[in-house]
């Protein structure tokens, strides 16, 4: 089957559940109601399910490595590390904690600076790596999380929960506010990445023959790197930090299609990352009654398979 029908039917898929959620148990007199609730909630897990999946995909291309996602550079826990610090040093009445566009603009502007700042100052070595890079990423990240749990430990109870919006994902309590301004963001970053797409095809190739084919691979890392950070922290802010859903996804759409061009695998991730977690949150609220969240489900299906791609050595 060529790849174009299976994007088609998967692209059906995404329509079809999106539909059920948007039209289940509508009336003439609540119609209103309840598309004002659903709409923004479907459309903050799509923008969510691209950002994941998109930024995964182009992550895995420059560090040549299939088991690897973003949330390895710490940027999630960044990102919690973040909200904390503002919630300590400003108190849970700051603007920049009740205003979600204030918050989010704050997150992703600090996130990027940061990731900008260690970026930089990484690759004026001559000799620097991307694995190299890797491993400051885990170190970093486990001194975000480590710096995150102090603080909680200082902040009074009744403020905590404010925290835990932050430090778990919800499909369910998406950030609604901030869905429409997040459209034009993604729509930045995916077009940054689409014109990107001819030199990440010639990455695939690795890093050495890339550069003998005159493209300078420490510059396109830079700039993918950048997208990469503000990506997740709109992906973060809206419903939290997912670890393992990249991985399952560009994994999986790698074994679907066969082509390896980024313009079309990230239009295809990004639709098979739409309709796993609109058809995981059906699941839930179906099946599971929202006893459970989808990211509960991602964590243990994505930690199985992340093991599964070891043992079989899949990278």
């Not at 039917?9 to 003439?28: E, R």
């Not at 998406?174 to 990440?200: D, F, G, K, T, W």
């Not at 300078?216 to 419903?239: C, H, N, P």
């Not at 295809?268 to 059906?282: D, E, K």
């Amino acid at each position: 089957m060529r790849d174009g029908i299976k994007l088609s039917l998967v692209a059906m898929g995404v329509v079809l559940v999106a539909g059920y959620f948007l039209g289940h148990g509508l009336t003439a007199d609540n119609y209103a109601y309840f598309l004002s609730r659903r709409t923004p909630k479907v459309l903050a897990i799509t923008l969510a399910a691209v950002a994941i999946s998109a930024s995964s995909l182009v992550f895995q291309t420059i560090t040549n490595n299939r088991i690897l996602t973003p949330s390895i550079l710490g940027f999630d826990s960044l990102y919690v590390l973040l909200q904390t610090v503002l919630l300590v040093v400003f108190g849970s009445s700051s603007v920049l904690l009740i205003n979600a566009y204030a918050n989010f603009t704050a997150s992703v502007v600090l996130m990027t600076v940061s990731a900008t700042v260690l970026f930089t100052l990484y690759f004026r070595r001559h000799r620097a790596n991307i694995y190299t890079l890797l491993l400051i990423g885990i170190v970093l990240g486990s001194v975000f999380g480590s710096i995150s749990q102090f603080f909680t430990l200082l902040v009074d109870p009744s403020e905590f929960a404010i925290l835990q919006d932050a430090m778990f994902a919800s499909f369910n309590n998406a950030n609604r506010e901030l869905v429409y301004v997040s459209v034009p963001v993604l729509a930045a970053c995916l077009l940054v990445l689409y014109r990107l797409s001819n030199q990440l095809d010639v990455c695939l190739l690795g890093e050495d023959n890339a550069t003998s084919l005159g493209i300078d691979t420490r510059r396109l890392t830079l700039k993918v790197m950048m997208v990469i950070a503000v990506m997740i922290a709109l992906s973060t802010a809206l419903v939290g930090p997912v670890l393992f859903f990249g991985l399952i996804v560009v994994s999986l759409a790698r074994q679907m299609f066969i082509s390896y061009q980024h313009r079309f695998l990230i239009v295809a991730t990004s639709v098979l990352a739409a309709f796993l977690l609109l058809s995981g949150q059906y699941v839930v609220e179906q099946w599971f009654g929202f006893e459970t969240t989808v990211s509960v489900i991602i964590n243990f299906v994505g930690g199985a398979y992340f093991l599964y791609l070891l043992t079989k050595n899949k990278f």
